[in-house]
Structure formats: C-alpha cells, structure tokens
C-alpha cells in the first residue's frame, strides 16, 4: 500500500500498527481527533497463517487483518506512516517523536502499542520453524496441531503450564527438560498423571525435513521424533525509545520478560503516555489486544476532551473577567 505523508503534528501520534494500536486509532479517528499511526512494518505474527481467538475473523491472515484496520483508520481522515520510532521527548505541553530517518512530528499524546519480540532459544533450526511448526501459545496454535506428536522444550518458568495445556490437545506429548533440569517432585507427578514423559538432556537441535519440523537432536545424538514443539520464549516489550521519558521496561510478575506497567485504562506513570497490547500485556492474544487499544484510544480523547474543556473555562472566565473591567471603567 501507499503510505500517508507525516504532517508537523497531530493530536494523537500511535507508535505500533498492529491490532492493538490501529484499533486505539479508530476510536480516535472517529472522534474527529487528528492521528497518524507510525508502524514499522514487523508483526510480531508475521510468520502465522492466521489470527485465532477473534471473533468473526477467524483464521484470517494476519497481513489481511492489518490492511482491514489501516483502510478503516484512514477512512477517517487518519494517517498510516511507515517508519521506526527512534526516541520520544517531552516538548511544552507534548511530545516531539523523531523517526529513525530524521523525520520529526509533535504530538499531544502518545499511544504505545509496539508489541514485544520474542527472544528464542538458540538451537539450530528452531528460529526458521517459528511460527509454523516451532509455537508458543495452545489457543493460537493447538487446534493446528491437534493429535500430532508434541514436544514441549523447558525454557522458563511456564514450561509445565505449557505441557499441561498442550496435552488437552494430543495424548503424545514429551517434555524436554532442555537446561531447566529435571521437573520440581510435585511437576513431575503431574506431568506423569497426565502421560507426559520427561526426556532428560540439553537439546541440541531441532531437525527439519524439507518444510516441516522433524524431531529434537539432543546433545548426545539421540534423536526425539516430534511433528510440532512448543517453546516459551523470553518475551521484551519493544520500548526502549521511551527512555526519555523515564519510561523501562521492568520483569513482569509472572517472569516471562519484560513489560510497560500500566493502569487498566492503559495510562502509565508519565502524563500524555498510554500503552496497549502486548507492549504491557505480554501474554494477549490479538482479540485482548485489540481491545486494550480500544479502550485506551477512548481513554485518550476523554483525556483530550477534559484539557479542552479547562482551558474553556478558563477563557471564558478570562472573557468575563476582562468584560466586567470595562464595564467598571466606562461608569
């Protein structure tokens, strides 16, 4: 598609142009609120065949999904811009946002929604079947590969969790304990009830056959047949252009990664600033996302519309003011 040129300024700039971010611009767009979404063009579910768990748009390819939004946005009279956000600051009453081109645009307020990145183990192999074969979440991707034979590699905290879920999905699952270890006594009875064998050993590799995910090689050559594996990668939210702000990434509290806290409504610690998506919600599918966009974009003109409303007053206070002087004067 043809993106839109960036104008010196808008009410609204949204830094992310995903599902989360775009649907913060409708109802900012619709409010007649000026917004240009800045999106650097790498969803974190590129690789994916479609989007689940969204009503109505079921199975749709997530490309499609993104057009289908930015149409809607600029049928508004909003702005798609291509480009990657480099720095943000505050400038007076807002925000001057520096593109890593060199282009500049000012802004009253700022929505987040630049999603996170995945970071993977470093196992040969694994990083090109991301997406496809190599997955991470059971509602985005289980039915796909439901009955088939599973492997689920123990990277983090969540990686029982992980199992379990996976097992409602196929009676063949193998947990490998990679460099995690053997699973805590209480893990391992319930991996055991459920009929999830252990697989001791450092993972050493993930085989490939043509385009399709084969087994896991481990360090001592053995090799572990397995049609699709589940990964839980360390997740980070993609901020680091918030620095100025006095805006870090800190752990989320369940230790999957990094986040960007923030109220429910998506309001952070630094005034104009909202987030939404898995910037601050690392574990949202697109649908929660989406909504959290929402409702910040509809916290955002709330915000705007109150600020309007006390400098009204206080113009019409200063009118009134400076009528009644002349009245007093002309006596």
């Given at each position: 598609m043809v993106f839109d040129q960036l104008r010196d300024g808008y009410d609204?700039?949204?830094?992310?142009g995903g599902a989360a971010g775009l649907s913060g611009a409708l109802p900012l767009v619709r409010s007649r609120r000026s917004v240009a979404v800045?999106?650097?063009g790498a969803p974190r579910n590129a690789p994916a065949e479609g989007v689940h768990g969204l009503l109505g748009r079921e199975g749709t390819p997530p490309q499609e999904l993104v057009e289908r939004g930015r149409?809607?946005?600029r049928g508004y009279g909003g702005h798609v811009v291509r480009g990657e956000v480099a720095s943000a600051a505050r400038d007076g009453d807002g925000f001057r946002v520096v593109l890593a081109d060199g282009?500049?645009?000012?802004?009253r307020r700022l929505l987040v929604a630049t999603g996170l990145a995945d970071e993977l183990p470093d196992l040969p192999g694994l990083r090109a079947r991301w997406g496809r074969d190599v997955l991470h979440c059971p509602y985005c991707h289980g039915w796909e590969v439901r009955d088939q034979a599973i492997g689920v590699l123990a990277t983090g905290p969540m990686a029982v969790h992980q199992a379990l879920m996976f097992r409602q999905l196929s009676e063949d699952v193998v947990f490998f304990a990679h460099t995690a270890g053997e699973p805590a006594a209480e893990q391992a009875e319930e991996l055991a009830?459920?009929?999830?064998?252990?697989?001791a050993g450092e993972a050493a590799a993930v085989e490939t056959a043509g385009d399709r995910l084969t087994g896991v090689r481990l360090a001592d050559g053995t090799v572990v047949a397995r049609d699709a594996l589940a990964v839980a990668p360390r997740m980070a939210a993609r901020a680091k252009f918030l620095s100025d702000l006095g805006l870090f990434p800190v752990e989320h509290p369940s230790g999957v990664g990094e986040h960007i806290p923030a109220e429910p409504t998506g309001r952070t610690p630094v005034p104009g600033v909202w987030v939404a998506g898995n910037a601050t919600d690392l574990?949202?599918?697109?649908?929660?996302?989406?909504?959290?966009?929402l409702s910040a974009g509809a916290q955002i003109n709330g915000d705007l519309v109150a600020e309007e409303t006390r400098r009204a007053v206080a113009?019409?206070?200063?009118?009134?003011?400076?009528?009644?002087?002349e009245r007093r004067r002309g006596r």
């Open positions: 609204v700039v949204v830094v992310g800045i999106d650097a149409a809607e946005v282009r500049a645009v000012r802004a009830a459920r009929g999830i064998r252990v697989v574990m949202a599918q697109v649908a929660p996302a989406a909504a959290a966009g113009a019409r206070r200063e009118r009134a003011s400076s009528g009644e002087a």
